[in-house]
């Protein structure tokens, strides 16, 4: 099954240090995953005041700056992960750094059959660019 | 069933079949949602196997394994409907994989029932769906019967356990006994749900009566059936716990249904032979350190038991378990509980004392049990008008009846 972790928290609680640890630390436990076929993708995100949020209302696009709703805790991030069951992700979601300091929803993937393929779209930004 | 031939010449009746039913469908079942990977269709080729079992036994006789025949008949159905059914999934290749799973079925590991206590338990389940769940598929209680038993609408209890297997298949709780090192926190849900369950029926929350006997039971059967398949500590002084508790029923209450304290139970009425076999349980569960909170409520529970009469209980020793109760679960409830026993052992303007800290840090102003306890206190101490006032507040927030009936003559008594 696939799953989605979606990385929710304070953005304003991290210290410049403790962010770089997280991604560190995060990275590694991508490696061990990818090692196994278990890792789909991740990224950490830009804080949620680069978010721009789109809606069309009757045939017209309305821009918004900022997230979909002010929260407390912000999404900063995802993981997409294919393990056999739940108990199994969320062992994986309970290692992670973002956990001690946020929430790690887990959501199962609706899988869509007959969409298009692609190796490149999940990876990040930075990688893509220097092609 | 061992010693019938596999083809009794003595053909079958229904009663035969209905006994078989009561018996082993549970145990059937479990295997069936391993094999078959889908409570529905675990419970539609379940029903469909007892329906074939109808047809043949009285022909063929009962055969000298049920379950397994039930098994192998029901999953025979299963792969039929999933045939039916393929024709209008999307996905073929994964229903060819599993009908690939279930052309082998193993015979039936005594794990199934276990698997399907714990799936029912996940932590990713909202408590409430967890206890309809475990009810209805491992206990095998109706929809009915559990709406009744919770004073609940049977459709609100329905559309739970529809949302629970729809939550177990689309979020993909395992159907599996956890690892080791998973086993704590796991086998943690499942003991509260049992004891959920059981405090539900044996101190209802709300209506006309002090118990609700079904839960009870269902709770003690569940407590046994874990002890027996996954003999921990904890399992093992929650069962005895629940054991102690329930010794005591035949004097909990008057004829009348009103409640009864432990101080003025008679206690020739308590059944002798489950304060045996729950003290054992108790014996046994402080063996395997270390000792968890079931245990030591059970503990507390078991020199209750022991004592001829009220006064004569070993308050010293309780407080004693109290403080180690405290330790491992320091929730107001616990210190309320505590705070009693200190006054059995030093009077109650000790116990008072404890209370109101109580109340100024744990916010125990809501909680009727706790204005009934200090009322008692007071009434202990000589202070009759203060004991009122606690006993009117105490009025104002039970919401069941005996026990209210129970508060209105403790003031009359004043």
Redesign the interface.
């Known amino acids: 099954m696939k799953f989605m972790f979606l990385v929710y928290s304070d953005e304003k609680a991290w210290t410049p240090e403790e962010w770089n640890q997280c991604t560190l630390d995060s990275a590694r436990i991508c490696h061990e995953l990818s090692e196994k076929g278990q890792f789909l993708g991740a990224s950490p995100l830009h804080p949620v005041a680069t978010a721009t949020s789109v809606r069309v209302r009757q045939g017209k696009r309305l821009l918004t700056d900022g997230p979909f709703a002010e929260t407390t805790e912000q999404l900063g991030g995802y993981f997409l992960v294919d393990v056999p069951n739940l108990d199994e992700a969320i062992a994986i979601a309970a290692r992670l750094p973002s956990a001690q300091k946020g929430t790690v929803e887990i959501r199962p993937l609706y899988e869509l059959i007959g969409l298009p393929t692609s190796d490149k779209g999940l990876e990040p930004d930075s990688k893509r660019s220097n092609k | 069933m061992s010693g019938v031939p596999e083809q009794s010449d003595t053909a079958a009746s229904v009663k035969d079949v209905e006994a078989v039913y009561r018996s082993e469908s549970r145990r059937v079942f479990a295997t069936l949602v391993r094999l078959v990977g889908d409570f529905d269709l675990a419970e539609e080729s379940l029903h469909e196997a007892f329906v074939a079992a109808l047809e043949r036994w009285p022909v063929d006789g009962v055969p000298t394994n049920p379950r397994a025949w039930l098994v192998a008949a029901a999953r025979f159905k299963a792969i039929d409907t999933i045939r039916r059914q393929s024709r209008f999934a999307?996905?073929l290749g994964m229903l060819a994989a599993r009908r690939q799973e279930l052309s082998d079925p193993d015979e039936e590991i005594p794990d199934d029932r276990l698997r399907l206590i714990f799936t029912c338990c996940?932590p990713?389940l909202a408590p409430a769906t967890q206890i309809a769940l475990t009810l209805r598929e491992v206990c095998d209680l109706t929809t009915e019967e559990i709406a009744g038993a919770f004073l609940t609408a049977p459709a609100t209890i329905a559309q739970r356990i529809v949302r629970g297997k729809a939550r177990i298949r689309?979020?993909?709780?395992?159907y599996?006994v956890?690892e080791l090192a998973?086993l704590p926190e796991r086998l943690d849900s499942v003991l509260a749900v049992i004891y959920l369950v059981f405090n539900e029926g044996y101190s209802a929350s709300s209506g006309e009566s002090v118990t609700r006997e079904p839960l009870i039971r269902e709770a003690i059967r569940l407590a046994r059936l874990l002890v027996e398949l996954l003999p921990d500590a904890e399992a093992i002084g929650l069962l005895g716990l629940m054991l102690l508790h329930e010794s005591r029923r035949p004097a909990r209450t008057d004829p009348s249904g009103d409640l009864i304290l432990l101080e003025f139970q008679d206690r020739t009425l308590w059944d002798q032979s489950l304060i045996t076999e729950g003290r054992e349980l108790v014996h046994r569960a402080l063996r395997n350190p270390p000792v968890g909170v079931y245990t030591l409520q059970a503990a507390i529970s078991a020199l209750h038991s022991a004592s001829q009469h009220y006064e004569a209980t070993d308050w010293a020793h309780i407080v004693e378990w109290y403080d180690l109760l405290r330790q491992a679960d320091p929730s107001p409830v616990v210190q309320l509980n505590r705070a009693v026993a200190v006054a059995m052992r030093d009077g109650p303007d000790e116990g008072l004392r404890l209370m109101d800290d109580l109340e100024k840090l744990d916010k125990l102003e809501n909680y009727h049990l706790f204005h009934a306890a200090r009322a008692d206190l007071l009434r202990r101490a000589g202070r009759a008008s203060d004991a009122r006032k606690s006993y009117f507040r105490a009025l104002d927030l039970t919401m069941q009846e005996p026990e209210r009936r129970f508060l209105e003559r403790q003031i009359r008594k004043l």
């Open positions: 999307a996905s996940h990713a689309e979020t993909g709780i395992p599996v956890p998973e």
